[in-house]
């Protein structure tokens, strides 16, 4: 999907083309919150419309070079032992994830989430050249991981090899909800793949994901209205529970059989099926597949 999907698919997104628009520069001055509480939703995409027909009117769409959705790449960095990982699965307060995420055409940022007080979600980033075929994160990739995890008061990272491990595609809008100074993403055809060209998607759940302060935003109300309640959901714990069914993923269990498994692309289950029960056969010195 990409960035025409406002034009192919106007059964779900039309009632953005009546918003108001924002551009970046102006979101990120009224809205950037870098420190703030996520709540994620998966919506079916037969049902978005009508949650999005009852926006309140004052909400824009960001726009970008005069796109509304934009495409997102995304590769999460983990050492051999999977120690991001295993944190999130069992839930540890200090956890962490590190990222280089490319924003449409444009510019590349190595980041890094931590959770922050009451369960907020704190992220630092930079913007930096990391190419796609990069296998480890170098010398100063790992300094500036280093830096934020201590500022976070997560420490030094256990291992200084960390390999790619998962990367997610997606094609993102964005609103801004003035009323609350708060953003939120919808993000449409989400696909996971690993290193070694393993990959799963579910283009008919749409991940809503609403960022604010304490308060809920007014989206978060529309969706309880409509039924909808957050979930447990992280892409790169998902994916990899996904991906490789070996893992520990009791924190996602409920939402992987109940919600992603039935609605996986149907090339996808088949190939799943077969994936090694541990990371130890994982060859990291193969690069991304290209498919």
Excluded at 127 to 144: K, M, S, T, V, W
């Amino acid at each position: 999907m990409t960035a025409a999907t406002i034009d192919t698919e106007p059964e779900v997104l039309a009632p953005l083309l009546g918003l108001g628009t924002i551009q970046l520069d102006e979101l990120i001055e009224r809205a950037a919150l870098q420190t703030r509480v996520d709540r994620k939703y998966l919506v079916d995409i037969d049902r978005l419309a009508v949650v999005l027909a009852d926006l309140d009117g004052t909400t824009r769409v960001l726009e970008v070079d005069g796109r509304r959705a934009i495409d997102y790449a995304s590769t999460y960095y983990d050492n051999a032992e999977l120690h991001s990982y295993h944190l999130a699965a069992h839930r540890r307060r200090r956890r962490y994830k590190v990222r280089a995420r490319r924003y449409g055409q444009g510019a590349t940022f190595l980041e890094v989430k931590t959770r922050g007080a009451r369960g907020s979600t704190v992220k630092e980033r930079t913007e930096r050249p990391i190419p796609e075929a990069d296998l480890l994160l170098d010398d100063d990739g790992i300094a500036y991981v280093d830096t934020a995890l201590e500022a976070a008061g997560i420490g030094a990272l256990p291992d200084r090899l960390l390999h790619p491990t998962l990367r997610t595609h997606y094609t993102r809008t964005t609103v801004f909800l003035p009323a609350t100074a708060s953003r939120a993403t919808l993000d449409m055809d989400l696909r996971w793949s690993d290193s070694v060209g393993r990959g799963a998607g579910v283009p008919r759940l749409v991940v809503v994901e609403t960022k604010s302060g304490a308060t809920p935003s007014g989206l978060d109300r529309l969706l309880w209205s409509h039924g909808h309640r957050p979930v447990g959901l992280s892409k790169y714990g998902t994916g990899m529970a996904l991906l490789h069914p070996g893992l520990p993923a009791n924190r996602w269990r409920r939402v992987i059989d109940r919600v992603l498994l039935p609605q996986l692309a149907p090339a996808q289950p088949a190939a799943i099926t077969d994936i090694p029960s541990s990371t130890a056969s994982l060859d990291h010195h193969n690069p991304w597949s290209t498919r």
